[in-house]
Each structure stands twice: as C-alpha cells, then as structure tokens.
Nanobody
Framework: EVQLAESGGDSVQAGGSLRLSCTASGFTFDDSDVGWYRQAPGNECELVSRIRSDKTTSYADSVKGRFTISQDNAKNTVFLQMNNLKPEDTALYYC????????????????????????????WGQGTQVTVSS
C-alpha cells in the first residue's frame, strides 16, 4: 500500500518546539519532492516547506528562520523541525509527495487522497495537529 503517515503533532506553549515526522510506506522519497502543508479552520491551505529531489529546500516567509525541513533516506522519513512556535502556527499539518498544484483546501484533498494518489496532487498523509498556546 502506498501511504504517508505524519506524527509528532502536539499542544505546546508559544516559544516551544516540535518535530514532525512523515514516513512513507510502499514507496521511497529518494526521487520525490516532498512538502509540508498546513491548514487552520477558516484558512486556505498553505505550503509551509518543501524539499526537492535535488535536496534544495524552500520555506514560507512566515516560518523562515524557525522551521527546518530535512530528510533521512535510511528511515524513509521527512522531518519538519519547528522552533519558536507561535499561536499562528496552530493548524493541521500534512506531508505530501508529488504535488504539482497547491490545493485551496488541503484538508479536503488529503481526505480524498487516502483512497489513492490523486492526479496532479500526489500522495497525502492524514495530518497531525499542532496547537500553540500563548
């Protein structure tokens, strides 16, 4: 089964840190572009960070200097280290592979993607909740 699974979400105080993990089964990340996305209630889907197959990385302006994406091929896992968390970081976080188009509603898309990869939108995990309290 081709599948992604996120973990590491939790409730933390502002200024704290979390490390999210995304582990693939049924395929490997070696040749894939992998991204972390997030969506808070009432907001649109946001691309937080991505790591390309050539290992280059990018970040949303709102998280630059605070978040770091990395990949451990031996564990077939992509990480998102989140430091100095802020209340506005509160959201449901998803990892996804092979995404070509940013969806407006990644929560809806991730739900539909559980039945299999979606053309143009790739493979999505079920999400992990991050809640940051002030």
């Amino acid at each position: 089964e081709v599948q992604l699974a996120e973990s590491g979400g939790d409730s933390v105080q502002a200024g704290g840190s979390l490390r999210l993990s995304c582990t693939a089964s049924g395929f490997t990340f070696d040749d894939s572009d992998v991204g972390w996305y997030r969506q808070a209630p009432g907001n649109e889907c946001e691309l937080v960070s991505r790591i390309r197959s050539d290992k280059t990385t990018s970040y949303a302006d709102s998280v630059k200097g605070r978040f770091t994406i990395s990949q451990d091929n031996a564990k077939n896992t992509v990480f998102l280290q989140m430091n100095n968390l802020k209340p506005e970081d509160t959201a449901l976080y998803y990892c996804a592979a092979g995404v070509r188009f940013l969806p407006p509603d990644c929560t809806d898309l991730a739900g539909r993607a559980q039945s299999g990869p979606l053309p143009g939108f790739g493979i999505w995990g079920q999400g992990t909740q991050v809640t940051v309290s002030s």
